[in-house]
């Protein structure tokens, strides 16, 4: 199997199983997202929407992936939706990476919120991946 098919199925892995493991299954993380009781219904709900959406996402990206015949570009671009989301939720007013209340509990590298981390390097590996992905020579004579 080639490096950025490898490449595109691993980000497509962990794009399925992230947002449900930080924000409904590790008890430390859920303790922040679905299972925070300062966190108003509609809050609990827009939580549960980004994780069904990112599981959706992360199914379809290995589909495409795992494919013989699949476009690993089109892979790429639909397993980059939901990080390319996470940095640009951060552009909206009154939005933050973590509740005030889980300041000493939230883990940060390189002065980045960890989550954000986590969406820049699985953007780079998949821009890295998408490079690598051998192109069909083009038909110059073809007509668009």
């Known amino acids: 199997m080639a490096l950025s098919r490898t490449l595109i199925i691993g980000v497509g892995v962990i794009t399925t199983v992230s947002a449900v493991l930080a924000d409904l299954v590790v008890p430390e993380l ?3 997202h679905a299972f925070n009781p300062g966190w108003p219904p509609h809050a609990k ?3 549960a929407q ?14 495409l992936a795992l494919r013989r015949a699949g476009n690993l570009v089109h892979a790429a671009g639909v397993l980059a939706v939901p ?4 940095i640009g939720a951060l552009s909206f007013p009154g939005t933050a990476t973590y509740d005030p209340e ?3 509990r939230t883990l940060f590298v390189l002065g980045l919120h960890g ?4 969406a820049i390097v ?11 992905t051998p192109r069909p ?4 004579g073809a007509r668009p």
């Open 30 to 32: 859920a303790a922040q």
């Open 45 to 47: 709900f827009h939580d």
């Open 50 to 63: 980004y994780m069904v959406m990112t599981v959706l996402l992360g199914l379809l990206g290995l589909t």
């Open 83 to 86: 990080w390319l989301g996470m």
């Open 102 to 104: 889980f300041a000493d």
């Open 115 to 118: 989550q954000v981390l986590m």
């Open 122 to 132: 699985l953007i780079l590996v998949l821009l890295a991946a998408v490079v690598a």
């Open 137 to 140: 020579p083009s038909d110059s």
